[in-house]
């Protein structure tokens, strides 16, 4: 079968290619994965020894477990694809079509947990009294359910003949078939790059709206100034504050990995559409390949920016601003303490020989 613009649908063996970084991208996939869980569960014991944990890390529990099993679900078959030199059509019709709904429902699904997260974080900020009221566990464990059926709806819905799964150069991967000529088909590839438009549009909102509540929230504290109750309020305040910067700076980095890593596929399919060209599809490929990079990248941004490494970062800085003080206050009070001592002469002077005065 012909080779059309990297598009190789019923091709039986694999082009030229190397499995080097197939096999790179699963190695960090699965370390990272289980390092960001395993660092998760010590959170999740720290806290329940405290009684509480947050609903957003049981999200990005949820945003780990899911990298994991799409990293799990899909690089194997390309590992395989590669030492048996058999594409995935040649090794079966059906697994082509189940790599296709599994790049299309993780894909999806990691785009909707991390809004989920962003809209967690903007609700908790922006409305804490609703939060405190109505945002509980178990509306997360809801929202995630949702999401999960959401996705499987929609990844189901090239089986029954709205959209179609396609294999694709080297015969290592099968997605979306991006330019066909038939409507239905046409229909579902636009509405696919539409509703992950539309999920990283609010991300990004609901991301710029907290870092404005949180620039806010600082300026109030800068003026609460005064009493010691106001002291501890702010202290308190001070405390939930970092946390919550915590968090955000860990949601901004992940949001800023999947704008990289999904917004050139969105690009394509809207460029290929609108000039109803298929110069665009061999870029196709490698688009590909950065939108399963995200659940590699996921894991290891919350390594580097996990709390407790944000917060060794914050007392390591700390303690070094601490030293230096020290070490400026230490040089200027030599003169004071001097002239301390010469004062204190001076009273004992006078207590000893008042007839001096």
């Known amino acids: 079968m012909a080779v059309e613009n990297g598009i190789c649908p019923l091709i039986n063996h694999t082009m030229s290619g190397s499995p080097t970084m197939s096999g790179l991208m699963f190695s960090g996939g699965v370390v990272g994965n289980l390092v960001a869980l395993l660092l998760l569960e010590v959170h999740r014991r720290r806290e329940q020894v405290r009684q509480r944990q947050s609903l957003f890390h049981i999200l990005v529990t949820v945003l ?30 059906h697994v082509c079509t189940y790599f296709g709904f599994s790049m299309t429902f993780f894909s999806l699904s990691t785009l909707a947990i991390l809004f989920t997260m962003a809209l967690e974080r903007w609700i908790s900020i922006g409305n804490p009294y609703f939060y405190e009221r109505h945002v509980t566990k178990r509306c997360g464990y809801i929202s995630v359910a949702f999401i999960f059926i959401v996705c499987i709806c929609f990844s189901v819905l ?7 799964f396609v294999q694709y150069c080297p015969g290592t991967w099968c997605f979306i078939h991006m330019q066909h000529e038939m409507i239905q088909h046409i229909v579902y ?8 438009l539309v999920i990283i549009s609010s991300v990004v909102l609901c991301n710029v709206s907290v870092i404005c509540h949180l620039v806010l929230m600082y300026r109030r504290r800068k003026l609460n100034q005064g009493s010691t109750v106001r002291r501890n309020r702010r202290y308190k305040r001070s405390l ?21 890593c999904s917004v050139p596929l969105v690009i394509h399919v809207y460029i290929n559409t609108a000039s ?12 590909l390949r950065l939108l399963s990079m995200n659940s590699i990248i996921d894991p290891w941004v919350y390594i580097i920016l996990s709390p407790s490494v944000l917060r060794f970062l914050r007392r390591t800085l700390c303690k070094q601003g601490q030293r230096s003080r020290h070490g400026v206050d230490e040089d200027v009070g030599t003169p004071s303490r001097l002239s301390n001592y010469s004062t204190s002469v001076e009273l004992n002077k006078v207590q000893i020989m008042p007839w001096v005065n």
């Open 64 to 93: 780990v477990v899911t990298d994991l099993l799409g990293t799990i679900s899909l690089s194997p078959l390309v590992l395989a694809s590669y030492a048996t030199k058999v594409s995935l059509v040649g090794m079966n019709k």
């Open 158 to 164: 090239p089986l029954m003949n709205f959209g179609e």
């Open 189 to 196: 590839v636009n509405l696919y790059a539409t509703l992950m």
């Open 240 to 260: 939930s504050m970092s946390e919550e910067v915590e968090h955000m700076i860990l949601l901004v980095f992940m949001t800023v990995a999947f704008l990289i």
């Open 276 to 287: 109803k060209s298929a110069s665009g599809s061999k870029n196709y490929l490698g688009a």
